[in-house]
């Protein structure tokens, strides 16, 4: 178990650079799938690998574009119906990826035990690679499809609370999910893999 | 069939440019090169950064972005930056929001009037290559023109083309497109599937290998550094 901090200044000590950093919001297929492929990932090439809950979206940019003249917000209105779509599409790939049901989804108290059970655990633990058959049992893939975290292995008094967590992720310029820091570094999506490893290889 | 949609001002259409031409060789394939022009003011806000250094102040920028528009834009060129330089390209942020409407005219004409496919790839590259150096106006018709000409595709007729029936072509296709789900670049039809963004090069590659076992995951191709 790496050392204990209590509160906020806690979870900033433990974004260390000797690790791969992971920001995942629980409830959301995109950031599972970066769980299992990077969990997979990090075992496969011995990685240290911590996965952190994010609970803090950035939302839609786009919503902040001041109001046009009707044409542009005919434009606006389509393209966002198109990004939506498409999101959407993107979500069903994810959940195929990951193998959950097109009626999973977590209830608002699941996500946050679940978003605990990941603090916990990467408090807990030097690191999480590999963790998906572990984090997947926690997942009810049938079609009531509820987490089940189990309680942490470890007395976890004085952890960093989850908005501390948020907070401090932000702080290191994580804002969206999924997101990676490695070394000063943030990479958002999964995509970036094969530069982490780069990054990775670089420091070693 | 291949079909892509890219824009000239996009610095994530930029970087994959070449990744995905290298698709024609390693398939034997013929890319459909559509252009999709980004309104990127009706997404991410608009912007124009006057530099004023001369007079000794600092550079001054103004538009309507918001702070969150603002991290979403500074975070895409800075990652578009490093993917860039690991291609040994050079990626410079635009001073404004471009509108490349005309740039994409040439492009539907560069498509027509190419005598080969390394004719077409070589305008692409150097409207991209010139974009990032801030050495192209993509909204101008007399610098497409010139692009064009030094890439050796006849400009014979482009003035009257880019003026009507070809910016009518292309605004028709923003319609389109549009209404069948692409919203942004570098984005893949194949296969009655849509996949936007470079991370799902391997995924089209799975698509033209003909779907072999199980779908690759997102993946931004990252070049192992060369020794000097």
């Known amino acids: 178990m790496l050392p204990l901090v209590a509160g906020d200044s806690g979870v900033r000590a433990w974004l260390i650079d000797e690790a791969v950093h992971l920001a995942v919001d629980p409830s959301d297929a995109e950031s599972l799938m970066a769980v299992k492929a990077a969990s997979a990932w990090a075992k496969e090439k011995d990685i240290t690998l911590k996965i952190w809950p994010l609970l803090r979206e950035l939302g839609n940019p786009a919503a902040d574009v001041p109001i046009g003249d009707s044409q542009m917000e005919r434009l606006k209105a389509r393209r966002a119906k198109a990004r939506a779509q498409y999101r959407a599409l993107e979500d069903r790939r994810a959940r195929d990826y990951v193998g959950l049901p097109s009626t999973f989804g977590l209830s608002p108290q699941s996500a946050k035990a679940l978003a605990i059970w990941l603090r916990d655990t990467s408090l807990c633990r030097a690191s999480m690679a590999g963790i998906w058959p572990e984090l997947s049992e926690h997942l009810d893939t049938g079609s009531e499809s509820i987490a089940r975290p189990q309680p942490a292995e470890d007395n976890l008094d004085g952890a960093p609370s989850l908005d501390q967590v948020s907070e401090a992720l932000g702080e290191r310029g994580l804002y969206t999910t999924p997101a990676f820091l490695v070394g000063g570094h943030v990479l958002i999506g999964i995509g970036h893999l094969p530069l982490i490893e780069a990054i990775w290889l670089a420091k070693a | ?228």
């Not at chain 2, 930029?14 to 031409?21: G, K, Q, Y």
């Not at chain 2, 500074?74 to 578009?80: E, L, P, S, T």
């Not at chain 2, 482009?158 to 984005?187: S, W």
């Open chain 2, 1 to 228: 069939m291949l079909t892509v949609l890219t824009d000239f001002k996009s610095p994530y259409a930029f970087v994959a440019n070449e990744l995905i031409w290298a698709l024609e060789s390693r398939y034997g394939i013929e890319i459909n090169w559509l252009p999709l022009s980004l309104n990127i003011a009706s997404f991410a806000g608009s912007a124009t950064k006057t530099d004023t250094r001369t007079q000794g102040d600092k550079p001054q920028t103004q538009g309507n972005r918001s702070a969150r528009q603002w991290a979403v834009i500074r975070y895409a060129y800075m990652d578009a930056r490093r993917y860039a330089e690991n291609q040994g390209l050079t990626l410079k942020g635009p001073k404004t929001v471009w509108n490349s409407d005309m740039a994409c005219v040439g492009l539907l004409w560069a498509k027509e009037k190419s005598e080969s496919r390394a004719q077409l790839k070589s305008f692409m590259d150097s409207a991209f290559q010139r974009f990032f150096e801030r050495a192209f106006e993509v909204d101008n018709l007399d610098a497409v023109r010139a692009l064009l000409a030094s890439t050796g595709i006849t400009t014979s007729g482009f003035t009257e083309y880019a003026q009507g029936e070809g910016m009518a072509t292309h605004l028709e296709l923003q319609d389109a497109l549009l209404d069948q789900g692409c919203f942004g670049v570098p984005t893949f039809l194949i296969d009655d599937e849509i996949y936007f963004g470079r991370e799902h090069l391997a995924r089209v590659a799975w698509h033209l290998e003909g779907c072999p076992g199980a779908p690759p995951i997102k993946c931004y191709p990252w070049l192992p550094e060369t020794a000097e």
